[in-house]
């Protein structure tokens, strides 16, 4: 096997299916009758995707945002300059500002979810047990749905799924988060006839100790939350990411954490994971330190002669293996392309086609004791980790989305993994409900 030489930046989000979507969205300005989205979660994602709808809103309007801090949501209009918002505490409000041209905020996502005067929901919250009300809600009241949020699509995507199915709704992650970046050069390199074997992250720093504490500074530099960058650095984030690409592949995980391997060059994967794995299904997992430093990749199979013979005049190696790869990711600036996608073609960036194949398990990120309650993604307590989901169903291994405020019943050493049977669930939770019917619905073979 020899390496295959990489292509830069062919995504199916290309050229030509960028004029597809401005074309569709020009169209719909003409009409009167733009996009009108609503997007809950005024963080460092939502604030991106409000300012790009915002300063580019030909053919759609964001024209709410619910957040629980009512002034993040107010910012994130500020930042691209309007003039005037308006706080409502009702639907019938929400309307009115709606069919008046004025901005709205609110603290209350309910408003947005059942307000007849938006089409489309974007949850930007990072959180699961609360991201999951909104999704549902919105899903109830027939509004498609666009993901900023892995970490619910890792947890409970597939059942979120069924009922988007069922109410006739899209259901998808964003274009610009990786998991979407890598399924859109999965289906590129699909669409011109290799057989897509590996869909890859590219990571710079993987260290299971970091905690708020040690991203703080970071984290304040960047305007972002130290929870959510120390699940970026403990390697939480990024399990999530490719446990939602497994399952909207059926690409499996070669072993718990994944293998990745660091190397100097993305050009050097086709060499770094085991040939047998790779073509018995196919793998998720990530290379540590290569160039280029922030972006995605696919490997694409082909062992046919003439089509090796092309590949070898332009330059991208003997195959049969060869490397395509995005090198960067703009998430939440693309995540515009998804809206129209929706709106316009009913097709999802990355939903699962099924149920979990692969599963992000909790793993004590030190010693802990019993009766202590983890603090969940992100945190001082644990952190997440990617196995196949079969084996975590045979383990009855706990899910890392579910681990926020679950009490521990033993003591346990740091880097076990985390059972059902070492805690107690919180009482109540809507996600421990979800996930019964999940598990039901779409049984994973212990």
Not at 150 to 170: N, Q, W
Not at 184 to 199: C, D, E, T, W
Not at 201 to 226: C, G, M, V, Y
Not at 399 to 406: H, K, T, V
């Amino acid at each position: 096997m020899r390496r295959g030489r990489t292509i830069n930046n062919k995504p199916i989000i290309t050229i030509k299916t960028m004029l597809i979507l401005d074309t569709y969205l020009a169209q719909r300005e003409r009409d009167g009758k733009p996009i009108r989205v609503g997007l809950v979660g005024a963080g460092f994602a939502g604030r991106g995707f409000a300012l790009q709808l915002l300063t580019r809103p030909v053919g759609m309007r964001l024209v709410a945002i619910a957040n629980r801090t009512l002034s993040f949501a107010e910012q994130a209009y500020r930042d691209a300059g309007a003039p005037r918002v308006e706080e409502v505490k009702s639907v019938a409000e929400l309307s009115a500002t709606i069919r008046n041209g004025v901005p709205a905020i609110t603290a209350d996502p309910t408003l947005l979810t059942d307000s007849d005067h938006i089409d489309v929901i974007v949850e930007a919250t990072g959180e699961v047990e609360f991201g999951a009300g909104v999704i549902l809600r919105a899903i109830e009241h027939k509004k498609d749905v666009i993901l900023l949020n892995a970490e619910l699509d890792g947890t409970l995507g597939p059942i979120l799924k069924a009922y988007a199915d069922r109410a006739g709704v899209v259901y998808t992650q964003a274009d610009g988060d990786q998991p979407a970046v890598m399924m859109n050069l999965h289906r590129y390199v699909q669409s011109i006839g290799f057989k897509p074997v590996m869909a890859g992250n590219i990571k710079s720093l993987l260290d299971h100790r970091r905690t708020p504490e040690t991203q703080k500074k970071w984290a304040d530099e960047h305007f972002q939350r130290p929870k959510m960058v120390t699940s970026f650095a403990d390697g939480t984030k990024i399990s999530f990411e490719n446990a939602t690409v497994a399952n909207a592949t059926g690409f499996r995980v070669g072993k718990r954490g994944m293998y990745g391997p660091r190397c100097a060059s993305v050009n050097d994967t086709p060499k770094l994971f085991p040939m047998e794995q790779l073509m018995n299904g196919g793998l998720v997992d990530y290379i540590l330190g290569a160039e280029p430093s922030f972006g995605v990749f696919v490997l694409g199979h082909s062992d046919h002669p003439i089509k090796q013979r092309y590949m070898q005049v332009y330059k991208m190696g003997d195959g049969p293996l060869y490397t395509f790869y995005t090198p960067y990711h703009l998430s939440p600036l693309e995540t515009p392309l998804t809206v129209a996608r929706v709106a316009g073609f009913r097709d999802a960036a990355l939903a699962p086609k099924g149920g979990l194949v692969c599963e992000v398990i909790t793993i004590a990120k030190r010693d802990l004791k019993k009766g202590e309650a983890l603090d969940g993604i992100g945190g001082f307590t644990c952190y997440g980790t990617m196995e196949n989901a079969d084996v975590a169903a045979r383990e009855r291994l706990l899910p890392m989305g579910l681990s926020e405020g679950c009490v521990l019943q033993r003591d346990l050493p740091m880097d076990a993994a985390l059972t059902y049977d070492d805690v107690i669930l919180p009482a109540g939770r809507l996600a421990d409900k979800l996930r019964a019917e999940q598990d039901k619905l779409f049984p994973r073979t212990p």
